[in-house]
């Protein structure tokens, strides 16, 4: 007990630097990116729908089979016409993840609840050794 009263601001910088590491996984969990192999299982059980927002050239060099391409600068205009329904999982890619990332947000801000971003892109579904066909 003598110890933790004379070392209490060492504690609780342990304690907030702890909880400082463990908040990107506590977020991470509440949605918003998936695996690829979790993509695959919402694919196959849920139906959901992959939404490129890649640069039609970069679509072109390929993409996920099944793919839509909605580049990301276009995707609050374009994105009703592509899905229609709001209900089922969106998942949206691009080649490394960081774009995908932005459009969660718009699509959640246009209503898809659902929507998630596949980690890694492109990149991490072609590390997974899953099919990609060109355009």
């Keep these: 007990m003598e110890f933790v009263t004379a070392n209490w601001m060492l ?15 506590v977020r991470g969990a509440g949605g ?5 192999q979790g993509a695959v299982q919402l694919i196959n059980r849920e139906r959901a729908v992959l ?15 099944g793919a839509r391409n909605v580049p990301l600068n276009q995707l609050e205009e374009k994105l009703a016409g592509a ?4 209900n089922v999982p969106l998942l949206l890619v691009c080649a490394t993840g960081a774009r995908a990332q932005r459009a969660v947000a718009v699509a ?12 890694g892109g492109l990149k991490a ?8 066909e060109k355009a």
């Design 125 to 132: 579904w072609k590390e997974a050794n899953l099919p990609v």
């Design 83 to 86: 899905v229609k329904n709001k």
């Design 32 to 36: 918003g990116t998936l695996t690829a």
């Design 108 to 119: 959640k801000k246009l209503g898809y609840e659902q929507a998630q971003a596949v980690s």
């Design 51 to 65: 939404v490129d927002v890649r640069e039609p050239e970069e679509f072109a060099t390929g993409h996920m089979i």
């Design 11 to 25: 504690i609780l910088i342990a304690l907030s630097s702890g909880a400082m590491l463990a908040w990107p996984l």
